[in-house]
C-alpha cells in the first residue's frame, strides 16, 4: 500500500483530467428547455457512467485496449476529433429557439447525451482513461484496488455536484447569455481538442518512427 499522499496526488491529478466545466457548456447548450428533473436524470446518469467508465478502465482498460491492439495515442485521437467536433456545432449552431443544438431529441431520448459525448469523450476521455490504466497497472495489491476504486467514486461524486450546481445556476442566466457563454466556451473546448490531437499526432509519429 502507497503512503496516504500518493493517493491524494492521484485524486486530485484524476479530478483536473475529468474536470466537469469542461463538461458545463455541453450539458446547458444541450439541455435548454428542459425541466429540473429531466436536467438531474442526466448529470445523475452523467455521474454513474463516468464511474463505470472509470472502474471498467482501472480494472480492465490495458487488456481491453491491447485486446483490440489499439494503443492510447490512438484512443486519444479519437476522443480528440469527437471533442473537436463537438465544439464546432457549439460555435456554430445557429439554433436560438432553446431547442437542443447537438440533437433533437424526443421525451424518449432526451437523456442520451449523458453518456455520449458528456461521459465520454469529454469528462471520462481518453486522459482520464489513460491516467487510471496506468495507475491501476501500478496497484501492488487488494488495498491499492480499493483505495484508487474510492478514488473514481469520489470523482464521480465530483462531477455530479458540479453539473447539479451548475442547474441550479442557471436560472440566474438569460437564453441569451447562455449562448454567449456556450460560444466563448466552445472556442475553448476546440483549443483543448486541437492540443489532444495535436499530442496524439505527434505520439503516434514518435511511435512510428521508433518501430522503423
Known amino acids: 500500500m502507497q503512503d496516504i499522499t500518493y493517493y491524494i496526488k492521484i485524486f486530485i491529478a484524476l479530478s483536473v483530467l475529468v474536470n466537469p466545466i469542461e463538461g458545463i457548456p455541453v450539458f446547458l447548450s444541450n439541455t ?19 464511474f463505470i467508465i472509470l472502474m471498467i478502465s482501472l480494472f480492465f482498460g490495458r487488456y481491453i485496449l491491447t485486446l483490440f491492439g489499439i494503443s492510447i495515442p490512438s484512443f486519444s485521437l479519437a476522443g480528440g476529433i ?10 456554430l449552431s445557429k439554433d436560438d429557439s432553446g431547442e437542443k443544438s447537438l440533437t433533437k431529441a424526443t421525451d424518449s431520448d432526451y437523456s442520451d447525451i449523458a453518456v455520449v459525448p458528456l461521459a465520454i469523450p469529454l ?8 491516467s487510471i490504466i496506468v495507475y491501476g497497472s501500478r496497484s501492488s495489491g487488494i488495498l491499492d484496488d480499493v483505495f484508487l476504486s474510492g478514488i473514481v ?26 449562448k454567449i457563454i456556450t460560444k466563448i466556451s466552445g ?18 509519429i514518435k511511435i512510428h518512427q521508433s518501430t522503423q
Open 123 to 130: 469528462l471520462a476521455g481518453p486522459g482520464a482513461i489513460s
Open 32 to 50: 435548454r428547455g428542459q425541466t429540473i428533473q429531466q436536467k438531474a436524470d442526466i448529470y445523475k446518469k452523467t455521474s454513474i457512467a463516468v
Open 187 to 204: 472556442l475553448l473546448v476546440a483549443a483543448i481538442a486541437i492540443e489532444l490531437i495535436f499530442s496524439s499526432v505527434t505520439n503516434l
Open 82 to 91: 469527437i471533442i473537436f467536433i463537438i465544439a464546432l456545432q457549439m460555435v
Open 153 to 178: 467514486l469520489l470523482v464521480s461524486v465530483f462531477v455530479f455536484f458540479s453539473f447539479r450546481a451548475t442547474t441550479r445556476m442557471e436560472k440566474a442566466l438569460s437564453p441569451a447569455r447562455i
